[in-house]
Nanobody, 124 residues
Framework: VQLQASGGGLVQAGGSLRLSCAAC????????VGWFRQAPGKEREFVSA????????YYADSVKGRFTISRDNAKNTVYLQMNSLKPEDTAVYYC??????????????????WGQGTLVTVSS
C-alpha cells in the first residue's frame, strides 16, 4: 500500500491544519490507519488512529479534544483535523497503514506501510 501524506505547513499557535493521507487502494476494510509524529531529537510517537471496518478512533492524551481523525472511504483518504495547535505540536507527521489490533494500534509495530511525512510547524 502506498501512502501520500500532505497538508502540513506553518501556522500560528491556536490555528488549525488538516492533514490528508491518501492511499493507492481501498484500505478501510483491511487496514487501520494511524498518524504518528516525530519532533527533532525525539522518538516517533503515536498521535491518532482509526481502526479498520468499525472505524473506532484512538488519540494520544496530548491531542485528545483538539485533533479529529476521519476517513473518506470513497477517496481512500484519512484526514487528521488539527485545531488549537500548540508549538509542541511541531513535528514531521507520518501516516501509516497496517493490520493493527487494539493492542498495537498505538504502536509503530502495528503498521507495515508508511507515508513520506509532512512537516507541521507551529509558531508561538
Amino acid at each position: 500500500v502506498q501512502l501520500q501524506a500532505s497538508g502540513g505547513g506553518l501556522v500560528q499557535a491556536g490555528g488549525s491544519l488538516r492533514l490528508s493521507c491518501a492511499a493507492c487502494e481501498q484500505t478501510s476494510h483491511r487496514y487501520a490507519v494511524g498518524w504518528f509524529r516525530q519532533a527533532p531529537g525525539k522518538e516517533r510517537e503515536f498521535v491518532s488512529a482509526i481502526a479498520r471496518s468499525g472505524g473506532h478512533t484512538y488519540y494520544a492524551d496530548s491531542v485528545k479534544g483538539r485533533f479529529t481523525i476521519s476517513r473518506d472511504n470513497a477517496k481512500n483518504t484519512v484526514y487528521l483535523q488539527m485545531n488549537s495547535l500548540k508549538p509542541e505540536d511541531t513535528a514531521v507527521y507520518y501516516c501509516a497503514a497496517g493490520r493493527a489490533m487494539v493492542s498495537t494500534i498505538a504502536t509503530i509495530r502495528g503498521y507495515s506501510y508508511w507515508g513520506q511525512g509532512t512537516l507541521v510547524t507551529v509558531s508561538s
